[in-house]
């Protein structure tokens, strides 16, 4: 039987070991990345456009695969995943891509109910979960609507409530609040916050540096596809005023 690296309780849901990855011969898009996040935990990831903010949510999401290094997610190692092992893993990771990918020719609520319909979640409850979560991004009322009739923030929350509808172990966010003005920036960061502590770890790419400061969580930031700062949690503390 071939050795498998088992989920542990305890045991770290994400893991990157000496991860590089390179698209072209020569350039890193990643480069020696090493890194642990624990169950529950809420990080924020910083960088310059280029510094490698996606393609390290992709990794985690095995949409790629990395050059060289290891990454284990929920106990599997990513690279030695089989094609039916893929969609399981993913059924328990949640994801907000920056472009959102939503279906044109589903409702809002169809969208939203996919992750529990591939999941065999029985419809009565399915209908009641994607009700209560597109209440919680404020679209309840947008959910006979198609997708191309939303702004592009309504589309964003759209995104985020197909991603946490299943409470997904993992939630991995591309610039969720790219498109929301202030104040629902921060009651989409409160939901997000909420999931983590439910359990759910978190990792969430930004270029809004004020939410760092507010929620005081984990910050990663990568240069040029390294890990140029990795700052603990804080008790709200102000940082990174000096950059
Ligand atoms: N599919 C791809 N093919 C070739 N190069 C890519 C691809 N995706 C990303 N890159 C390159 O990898 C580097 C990191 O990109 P990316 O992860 O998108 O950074 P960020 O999300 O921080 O802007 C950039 O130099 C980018 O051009
Ligand atoms: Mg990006």
């Not at 969720?176 to 629902?184: A, K, S, Y």
């Amino acid at each position: 039987m071939r050795r498998r690296m088992t989920s542990a309780p305890g045991e770290s849901p994400v893991r990157l070991y000496h991860v590089s990855k390179s698209y072209m011969a020569g350039q890193f898009a990643l480069q020696d990345v090493s890194l642990e996040i624990r169950r529950g935990e809420f990080v924020f990831l910083t960088g310059a456009s280029g510094a490698g903010k996606t393609t390290l949510l992709e990794l985690i999401f095995a949409a790629e695969q990395p050059s060289e290094g290891q990454i284990v997610v929920l106990g599997r190692n990513v690279a030695r995943l089989g094609a039916r092992a893929i969609p399981a893993l993913r059924r328990r990771v949640g994801v907000v891509f920056q472009d959102f990918k939503l279906l044109e020719d589903r409702t809002v609520e169809e969208n939203v109910r996919l992750a529990l319909d591939v999941i065999g979640t029985p419809r009565r409850e399915a209908r009641n979960r994607v009700f209560s979560m597109l209440k919680s991004v404020g679209l309840q009322h947008r959910r006979f609507h198609h997708p191309r009739s939303l702004s592009g923030g309504e589309q964003q929350r759209v995104a985020l409530a197909r991603a946490l509808v299943n409470e997904p172990e993992i939630l991995l966010a591309d610039e969720p609040t790219g498109n929301l003005d202030p104040e629902l920036t921060l009651e989409i960061m409160d939901l997000i916050a909420a999931a983590a502590t439910r359990g759910t770890t978190v990792v969430v790419a930004t270029h809004d540096h004020s939410l760092i400061e507010r929620y005081g969580k984990r910050w990663l930031r990568l240069e040029g596809g390294r890990i140029a700062e990795d700052l603990p949690a804080t008790a709200g503390v102000e940082r990174g005023a000096a950059r």
